[in-house]
């Protein structure tokens, strides 16, 4: 779907100059020499992975960029991005791809390992750049420690240079499982020395994210990986009054009905009117848009002409209904759905989930709309 010819009036206003703000305050956090990977796959969380690539490369704000598939890499590199990629979760079906748009792997397992230096070898090519990945205990993916012998075996045959040396931290905004992150480092130290004594090289050693990078700086490395702080959500609650929001879902209202007591909103006509003369707006906006139906009946509230309002029925596919009878409006107004006012921490927990979800949920129809000014908190 062309979103340059969407006629659908809910739109993702996405704040570049927030995002290279957001940027700007984690690596203040960082030693002079501790590098910073951007993470953009998943869209680049929702908001347009192209749009923030760009914004970061050329304001010169990370080093690395990261996406989760080689599509995105690739999709990337067609934009005309330069800034080394790496990608996390490569298949063996990608090899041909990484060479040809000079993307770096993340290595996984023995059998990828392997299967990549035999790649590499009857390609002639030499010194590609690969990731190593350990698993230290979140059991995701990745080498566990106990692995450096046999990852050496293979790479000091092949012309491989390991980049880097990395791992996920499973628990770091949780103060309750600081016992079990500090083992994840060990684990992970204790792998990076065998394997770079044995390989006599110095990759870059990565591990912590965006909740890490402020709790546990003694452990920030070569270089971090910062994700949802960068779009304006810190995950340890440390330096939230610090971000900038990076975005602002929007729509407007398409029609304001004015209902008396006992009439019913919507499907399963769960939204029941309590009062005559109850004045219900009709939003442009529904769950095919990833404004889920978790949010019905007052689990969820917009904010429309500077006052919050609260769901009624059911949310449809394609249309949402708010109480507004307190609160002038007319048909044509914005609603935000989320940004400055109503948070994605908020929205998350009206669904049960986290905000990493309510943004990467956002449907494809939603217009992204990109701005460098800043979004208007009004």
């Not at 092949?158 to 040396?165: A, D, L, N, R």
């Not at 702080?229 to 810190?234: C, F, I, R």
Request: glycine share 8%; charged share 20%; hydrophobic share 40%.
């Amino acid at each position: 779907m062309n979103m340059a010819e969407s006629s659908h009036v809910a739109r993702l206003e996405v704040d570049l100059k927030a995002i290279n703000h957001n940027a700007n305050v984690y690596r203040s956090f960082l030693g002079n020499d501790t590098k910073m990977m951007g993470m953009v796959k998943a869209f680049g969380y929702g908001l347009g992975d192209v749009a923030v690539s760009k914004c970061l490369e050329e304001n010169r704000t990370v080093d690395y960029l990261g996406v989760a598939y080689c599509s995105e890499g690739v999709h990337l590199r067609n934009a005309g991005i330069k800034l080394p990629i790496m990608v996390m979760n490569p298949s063996t079906n990608d090899f041909s791809s990484l060479m040809a748009y000079n993307i770096e792997p993340t290595i996984c397992t023995m059998s990828q390992l392997m299967a990549y230096a035999d790649f590499i070898k009857s390609s002639g090519i030499e010194g590609p750049a690969v990731h190593i990945k350990v698993d230290t205990g979140m059991h995701r993916l990745g080498f566990s420690p106990e692995e450096w012998e046999k990852v050496s075996g293979v790479l000091k045959d092949s012309p491989i240079t390991v980049k880097g040396i990395y791992t996920h931290f499973a628990a770091t905004p949780e103060e309750g499982h600081d016992r079990f992150s500090l083992e994840q480092a060990s684990r992970l130290e204790q792998f990076y020395t065998h394997l770079s004594d044995k390989l006599q090289e110095t990759p870059m050693l990565h591990a912590m994210n965006s909740a890490g990078i402020l709790r546990f700086q003694e452990f920030q490395f070569d270089m971090v990986r910062l994700g949802m702080g960068l779009y304006g959500y810190d995950p340890s609650h440390i330096i939230q009054d610090k971000l900038r929001c990076a975005c602002c879902w929007i729509t407007e209202i398409s029609q304001i009905n004015t209902l008396k007591k006992g009439e019913t909103v919507g499907y399963s006509r769960v939204g029941e009117v309590m009062k005559d003369h109850t004045r219900i707006a009709v939003l442009a906006v529904g769950y095919a848009d990833g404004y889920r139906r978790a949010f019905s009946n007052g689990k969820a509230e917009v904010w429309i002409n500077g006052q919050r309002a609260a769901t009624i029925g059911n949310v449809c596919m394609d249309m949402t209904f708010v109480d507004v009878t307190e609160i002038p409006c007319s048909v044509g107004d914005q609603v935000e759905l989320l940004g400055p006012h109503i948070t994605a921490g908020e929205l998350a927990e009206a669904a049960g989930t986290i905000d990493y979800e309510i943004l990467t949920g956002i449907g494809p129809r939603v217009e992204r709309r990109i701005t460098k000014h800043g979004i208007a908190s009004d």
